[in-house]
């Protein structure tokens, strides 16, 4: 090989200080067996993209990126959508392909499995992920139950409701009681909420039947997931957290808007923390353009803002495609580390997508860069990422190192005995039903029932909201209080789920508050 590309490659990624070993320089056909090309540790944070056509090795570029972040100390979360990735909790096999490889890349490779937990959504493969209604928030929930601006912003009405009358939505039968209070014995109340009417709020109504068709009661309510887990560091190794995503597969926007709501609460959450030696955690979107098809401009704002600010507090997230242009360019352009395997140009819009990914690298003096994308063989990538001074090196064609865990999914069997021994599948195992927004409406109908008949006149109006309101709001406030308390003195699940989303409710008005000024948008709380 032309000792002028090492020489150039050796220059271009740091020797030494912490960082992840990505693979050798390829040139010309040829691949030097020194494992040159590497992603700075402190740079981690600066987000990421694994791009290529399909079955050209972007899964295995996670795999082997996420094993290493853990080795290093850094928690992991990855969403498995096709199940190819659950080997990452086991040892993988020396066959002659990983051993060929790990000659042909000069990468001292060791066989080691990741301390692993599952979740899923269903609850069927890992622990049961779930978010109350309200930590959703009304952008969210519009774009799982794809509805359009209008009805989002009724939604968004309905939740403001909810929290003037201090009624908490923590599952969906809360926000179908409310719902249905409002198109039924509230209506009057609708009044002080131009643009809500008893026939938009019902169609909301309908929404939410499909809604739970889809089976969403299992993961919308309490205990809500604990974001902290995913931040889990086991004798020196992060956690990877896999979220198994094969059951809901055809539900993309469903697990999509789950994990921008992850990444949205984890941004609320964390502390600030500037320049880091290491990620608090790394988030791989696998599939990632499953988050933006379809997305609406507000919710590509979002996400747009999240992944901006998510970055000084030391989350770093990787999206993984098929192809750049999948990604926004407000979005892309904040992506420092980029591993793009080859991408296919078959027909003329493939070959502008390509030209205009080819001029998103730094020059080379080494590669014609369009020629390099589509010649790149399986597990090779052309490479840059960012120097811990922050600017881009030079690109280069280079051979992945294989991954030390299983290449592949973890057997039936063995997925079952991983998930029987996890505390945290059992923890989320069972939902709770707290007191909320459903009790609530249904004792205020009651109260309301019994007024008219006291008073004999059966067309009575309803109780006015300021009158309900704070006999509500007591309520609330007593089931927190008593919730804190006994979540305090007991440390069973079910009284620590409850203290959890008692301390969260004030940080839950907060991140919908954020989501709002995240959006521009008219918000009454702001940070
Ligand atoms: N770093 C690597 N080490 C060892 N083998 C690899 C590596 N990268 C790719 N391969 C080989 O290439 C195959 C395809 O890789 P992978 O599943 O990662 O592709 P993909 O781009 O994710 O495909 P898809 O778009 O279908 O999801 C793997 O099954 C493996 O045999
Ligand atoms: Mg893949």
Not at 515 to 522: H, P
Request: charged share 20%; with cysteine; net charge negative.
């Amino acid at each position: 090989m032309d000792p002028k590309v090492l020489e150039a490659a050796r220059a271009a990624f740091p020797a030494s200080g912490p960082a992840l070993v990505l693979g050798a320089v390829v040139h010309e056909g040829e691949c030097d067996p020194e494992p040159i090309v590497r992603l700075p540790l402190a740079m981690a944070n600066r987000h990421g993209l694994i791009a290529g056509a399909t079955g050209t090795g972007k899964t295995k570029t996670l795999q082997v990126l996420a094993e290493q972040f853990s080795a290093a100390g850094v928690p992991v979360f990855l969403a498995d959508l096709k199940g190819d990735l659950s080997g990452i909790a086991v040892a993988g096999k020396a066959d002659d392909r990983v051993t060929q490889r790990a000659k042909d890349t000069g990468f001292a490779w060791k066989s080691a499995g990741c301390p692993t937990e599952f979740l899923s959504l269903t609850g069927s493969g890992g622990a049961q992920l779930r978010a109350t209604v309200s930590s959703f928030g009304p952008l969210l929930l519009a774009r799982v139950m794809g509805l359009n601006d209008t009805q989002s912003s009724v939604l968004s009405l309905v939740f403001k409701y909810s929290d003037d009358k201090h009624l908490p939505l923590l599952d969906l039968a809360d926000l179908r009681a409310v719902l249905q209070y409002l198109s039924g014995d509230g209506a009057d109340e609708l009044k002080d909420y131009g643009g809500m009417s008893k026939a938009t709020v019902g169609v909301l109504l309908r929404e939410m039947v499909e809604l739970s068709q889809q089976g969403a009661d299992a993961f919308f309510g309490e205990p809500e997931f604990d974001l902290n887990d995913l931040l889990r560091v086991d004798a020196g190794r992060g956690i990877v957290s896999v979220l198994e995503l094969s059951d809901v597969q055809e539900k993309p926007a469903l697990f999509s808007t789950f994990m921008m709501w992850m990444l949205a609460r984890l941004y609320h959450d964390l502390p600030e923390v500037g320049d880091v030696d290491k990620p608090k955690l790394v988030f791989f979107f696998d599939e990632a353009h499953l988050l933006f098809d379809d997305a609406s401009k507000a919710f590509l704002d979002q996400i747009e803002q999240v992944v901006r600010l998510i970055r000084s507090k030391g989350v770093g997230v990787y999206f993984v495609t098929q192809n750049p242009k999948d990604v926004p360019s407000t979005v892309l352009g904040q992506l420092g580390h980029r591993v793009q395997h080859a991408l296919r140009a078959f027909t003329p819009d493939d070959d502008k997508a390509l030209q205009a990914a080819a001029r998103t690298y730094p020059k080379t003096p080494f590669y014609e860069v369009e020629k390099t994308l589509t010649s790149l063989g399986i597990g090779e990538a052309f490479v840059t990422v960012l120097t811990p001074q922050g600017t881009p090196t030079m690109p280069f064609a280079t051979r992945m190192v294989p991954p030390g865990s299983r290449m592949g999914p973890l057997a039936a069997d063995e997925m079952r005995q991983h998930l029987m021994v996890s505390d945290q599948v059992q923890h989320y195992a069972a939902a709770v039903d707290r007191e909320s927004a459903r009790e609530m409406l249904s004792a205020r109908v009651a109260v309301s029932a019994q007024a008219s008949r006291d008073a004999a006149t059966p067309a009575a109006p309803p109780p006015a909201g300021g009158v309900a309101a704070p006999h509500a709001g007591g309520t609330e406030a007593a089931i927190a209080g008593a919730a804190a308390v006994v979540g305090a003195a007991l440390s069973s699940p079910i009284a620590r789920a409850m203290a959890t989303s008692v301390a969260r409710s004030v940080g839950t008005q907060l991140a919908r508050g954020l989501m709002g000024a995240l959006l521009g948008g008219a918000t009454r709380r702001r940070r």
